[in-house]
């Protein structure tokens, strides 16, 4: 038995598992969103259920790619469940596990690895309790910006998804400009303490959008 784990977002430069090869290359038919809440449940958190950080995970998109790292385990059952272990913990924030095709650089017709491994989230804010949706991207910024746990800031976990990218010449343009914004919230708040001003990166309620709901029903807001 082979272990194959497609890493998209931490687990590009943070595996934290033993693993005998990795892979550059991407999966298609998935797009990389911040879409996701983590707080202190898991174990990269770097939020709080009041004020939940935000994080990676895959939503469907038939013309995207995603390019990151394909980890290989192998040496048995003992290897495996080890591993296995250790990522469901980690992963604890995506509700599904899905199998998918995995193509190296260089060659987009045959899959390199099939049947690999991905944590994945149900994009639903009410069935699933760690989803948030999308938000506009100034509010999804002052969000990331100001989140912070036992594990850190949340923009830090931003930040560290961008020289990876850049490495493997294969930049996320989404990743790149949220980070630019986090970075343009950061700025306005230092120079909104040299200046005297009452700008500063207090935590934010982050925006969830939600489907519409039936008319007559009742919120609970507290």
Known sequence: MVLWVFGYGSLIWNPGFDFDEKILGFI??????FNLGMDASCIDHRGTPEHPARTCTLETDEEAICWGIAYCVKGG???EQKA???LERRECEYDQKISVDFFKEGDSLKPAVTGVLVFVSTPDPIGNKYYLGPAPL???????ATANGPNGYNRDYLFSMEPPLIVVLHEDDSIIELANEVRKVMNRAEAGKING???SLKPHVPLVHLPALPEGTVVDSR
């Not at 298609?28 to 969103?33: D, E, L």
């Open 28 to 33: 298609r038919g998935y797009k990389r969103t």
């Open 77 to 79: 059952i003992d290897r």
């Open 84 to 86: 296995m272990q250790y």
């Open 138 to 144: 100034q509010d999804m910024a002052r969000q990331i």
């Open 197 to 199: 001003s009452d700008v």
